[in-house]
């Protein structure tokens, strides 16, 4: 079992940024790939970026250029970088954990983003 606790949501204005934390429960970056979700009232849960177990990392478009996702396997924590927050990007966002090599899948308990315009 994995647990995932993620921090630093907040309200914050346009065009400023936030640094959004999901903290592992032990250290499972090695077999785990790790995203970030968010889902905006009235919409479906979308992936925003990944990162793989080898490091690779991949965006949704509308966060490209602006958003990172990056871990540290010191910390068992994987972080999302949030620059230029849009009114659009207001969401609860989701950490998540995912092993198709041992087929689990966890969810954090999630984390209010809200920009406001």
């Known amino acids: 079992q994995v647990q995932l606790v993620e921090s630093g949501g907040g309200l914050v204005q346009a065009g400023g940024s936030l640094r959004l934390s999901c903290a592992a429960s032990?250290?499972?970056?090695?077999?785990?790939?790790m995203g970030w979700y968010r889902q905006a009232p009235g919409k479906q849960r979308e992936l925003v970026a990944a990162i793989s177990t080898g490091g690779s990392t991949n965006y949704a478009e509308s966060v490209k250029g602006r958003f990172a996702i990056s871990r540290d396997s010191a910390k068992n924590t994987v972080y999302l970088q949030m620059n230029r927050l849009k009114p659009e990007d207001t969401a609860v966002y989701y950490c998540?954990?995912?092993?198709?090599?041992?087929?689990?899948?966890?969810w954090g308990q999630g984390t209010q983003v809200t920009v406001s315009s």
């Open positions: 998540n954990a995912n092993s198709r090599l041992v087929g689990n899948n966890y």
């Open positions: 032990r250290n499972i970056f090695s077999i785990y790939a």
